[in-house]
């Protein structure tokens, strides 16, 4: 084996990864403007650290792997830390999880894990904040983990960060409260749309955008930035305690945000089993973690386990998934959906994200392409969250190729050549063909056989499908006489007589359809079950339904929880002779829609009453309380008026209540109401 050989490819490669690693570091910490995900920087990262420690001799003098964080800016004073600030291990996976509790066993000589803390782990900026005297004196980043960067100016303005501490029995002389800067997800999105409209930098991710905002070398700007905090740790300090979880409930007493979803874990079992549960309820959070860190809980322990390198023994970061990755936009596909409205979805170079193939993501309107300058060929962030369809988020522009076209939105319809429309005031273009626009026809026979509407089990997309390439269907109301067709049904691969029969006596069965699910099936924007459960209430059978929706659009507008726009959009429909026609044609095929029947249990105190709820509920959730309520049979309602029976009243209830009493409406508590409900 040519060993020289070797050496020179791997001290190649070295070199290579270490330029790398520089050049995206650079652009990380100093211009928050990154050019890779983090997950890719990661890799990038481990394979050179992999490579020094197998060859050291080929390790470069400025390797990237021996500092910690960004160089310091020079923008702001530079201060080092009394206690540096320290990065932590990774672990990627249950073995990883195994090494670390051995590692502690086997330093502190104990086939027993101490005690473990986990805190999610907070994607944002970390900051130091310095209190003497209980007062706010000096916030500093982590910078290269000596030696930060001085915004105590722009810390200042962070709201969930208290000026002073609270005064409790222990307010240290002295005491660095550490934690992350970060933004809330819902925040982030609205900033970002903010900056598009102003024609404004797109942060890739909300870590970028605080990092960006914490960076702003005028405070008011920062100021007008949605910024949070969250404790989690302290640096220097002139006061002890026994365990960490100590020094977390101390600093919420001293009015701090602490992290939330901490648990005290025993064994690597429980570990694992908190970690997936975390990483379920992690979209939901509202707020960004790229993982979950483990920390001894007990500080003695901490301390004699110490450090290797710049990361604490007692403590790793177990990393979830990354959701977010970067990848090539091949091509832009514009889809129709049931209700005419269309979308652009992005055809991407397929990648994982967050554990998942991802090779569609959706650019949800023109605003979106143009604000962004999003072009096919572009190198691209993809981002998904949980369950979240996938989106194209920014474009890296220094990868973009040489030659490229800015994005122009197709005027027609790709399904019927119609003109697309975008109506004044609204984000989307729209094919206002709908009875006769083939991928609308195909989207509306989806929406009719699912499972809230027809619910024809054995029928779906792809049976859909392949009937419409038949000819057996062209439109919704054919479905109901495919049994005219089952001779050539039988025929047709992959169809036996038994399945084929099934289908046929689903359909049969379905066309009994109680009234709300009848007009959901209709499919007119923005009128789902629940509206149609509203209007089925109120009209009690379809013919009345119909009238009102024809001649009386009036009618509809009365209705608590049905808006001027949904009773335009009803009322529209019903003008159309179309519409009207397969209405008719579905009846015809023997569909029919039963007057409508309140739910069961209509014997209970609050069976057809009007109910409104007011003020803050202490037992049940509203949504909770308003499902009980209906089940009873009670109608829910959101405004007091004398047809008003009941005002639930909690706490600190205001206008409602008095308005009820000025009424007369009988008025009851939370509890009395529960009482009632039990
Ligand atoms: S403890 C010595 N706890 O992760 C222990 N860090 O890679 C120091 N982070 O610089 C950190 N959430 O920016 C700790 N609950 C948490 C955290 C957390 C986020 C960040 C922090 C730190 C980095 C380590």
New binding site residues.
């Given amino acids: 084996m040519d060993l020289f050989g070797a050496d020179n490819k791997v001290e190649q490669r070295i070199k290579q990864l270490t330029q790398e690693v520089l050049h995206h570091n650079k652009l990380y910490h100093t211009h928050d403007e990154p050019e890779i995900s983090d997950a890719e920087y990661d890799q990038l990262f481990h394979e050179l650290k992999s490579l020094e420690e197998e060859f050291p001799h080929l390790k470069q003098a400025n390797s990237p792997t021996d500092q910690v964080?960004a160089a310091v800016k020079n923008t702001f004073k530079s201060v080092p830390h009394n206690v540096p600030?320290?990065?932590?291990g990774?672990c990627f996976n249950e073995e990883d999880v195994q090494d670390f509790v051995k590692r502690i066993g086997r330093f502190l000589n104990s086939g027993q894990l101490p005690e473990l803390v986990a805190?999610?782990?907070?994607?944002?900026?970390?900051c130091s904040i310095r209190y003497e005297k209980g007062l706010l004196v000096q916030a500093l980043t982590?910078g290269d983990g000596k030696v930060g960067e001085d915004i105590t100016a722009n810390v200042k303005t962070i709201k969930s960060i208290p000026h002073f501490l609270h005064k409790t029995a222990n307010v240290p002389d002295v005491v660095e409260v550490?934690?992350?800067i970060y933004m809330r997800d819902d925040d982030f999105e609205k900033l970002n749309e903010a900056q598009a409209q102003n024609s404004g930098k797109i942060f890739a991710n909300s870590r970028n955008a605080t990092a960006g905002s914490v960076r702003q070398l005028d405070p008011k700007v920062v100021a007008s930035r949605p910024l949070k905090f969250?404790a989690?740790?302290l640096g220097d300090k002139s006061i002890d305690f026994q365990n960490h979880f100590d020094e977390l409930s101390a600093m919420n007493e001293w009015g701090f945000e602490v992290?939330e979803e901490v648990a005290v874990l025993k064994d690597v079992a429980s570990i694992m089993e908190h970690y997936y549960a975390l990483q379920q309820k992690r979209p939901a959070l509202g707020y960004p973690?790229?993982?979950?860190?483990y920390?001894v809980n007990d500080i003695a322990l901490q301390k004699r386990l110490g450090?290797v390198a710049k990361?604490?023994r007692?403590?790793t970061?177990h990393k979830f998934p990354a959701e977010q990755v970067t990848t090539v936009l091949n091509d832009i596909e514009i889809q129709v959906g049931r209700t005419g409205v269309v979308t652009p979805v992005a055809k991407l170079k397929p990648v994982a994200v967050g554990g998942v193939r991802v090779s569609n993501a959706t650019l949800h309107n023109e605003d979106y392409i143009i604000e962004r300058d999003i072009r096919i060929g572009d190198t691209v962030f993809v981002e998904r969250a949980g369950d979240v369809i996938p989106k194209v988020v920014k474009v890296v522009e220094s990868k973009r190729p040489a030659v490229t076209e800015k994005y122009n939105f197709p005027k027609n319809c790709p399904s019927c050549d119609h003109s697309l429309l975008r109506e004044e005031g609204e984000a989307a273009f729209k094919c206002v063909n709908h009875t006769a626009c083939p991928a609308q026809q195909r989207e509306q026979m989806v929406h009719v056989v699912s499972k809230n509407v027809f619910d024809i089990d054995g029928l779906g997309p792809k049976q859909i499908d392949l009937f419409l390439k038949e000819g057996f269907i062209e439109d919704w109301a054919d479905i109901f006489v495919l049994k005219d067709h089952r001779d050539a049904l039988l025929n047709l691969k992959g169809f036996k007589e038994k399945s084929v029969d099934n289908i046929l006596t689903a359909i049969e069965t379905a066309k009994d359809i109680t009234l709300p699910r009848f007009i959901a099936a209709l499919g007119m924007h923005m009128v789902g079950t629940q509206v149609a459960t509203l209007l089925a209430e109120r009209f009690g059978d379809f013919e009345s339904f119909k009238q009102a929706a024809i001649h009386q659009p009036d009618q509809l507008v009365d209705i608590d929880g049905i808006g001027e726009v949904i009773a335009q959009n009803i009322h529209q429909t019903f003008q159309h002779e179309d519409s009207l026609k397969l209405i008719e044609k579905v009846l015809r095929f023997g569909v029919m829609p039963k007057p409508y029947q309140p739910p069961k249990g209509q014997d209970g105190f609050f069976a057809g009453k009007t109910v409104v709820l007011t003020g803050t509920l202490s037992t049940l959730g509203r949504s909770e309380a308003k499902e009980k309520l209906a089940q009873q049979g009670a109608k829910v309602s959101s405004s007091v008026s004398s047809k008003t029976d009941f005002l639930i009243a909690g706490e600190a209830a205001g206008s409602k209540l008095k308005k009820a009493k000025d009424l007369g409406v009988h008025v009851l508590t939370e509890q009395e109401m529960i009482a009632q409900l039990l």
């Fill in positions: 964080g600030m320290l990065s932590l990774n805190e999610p782990k907070i994607d944002g900026v970390s982590r550490r934690g992350e969250f989690y740790a992290v973690i790229d993982g979950i860190v920390k450090f990361a604490p007692w403590a970061a």
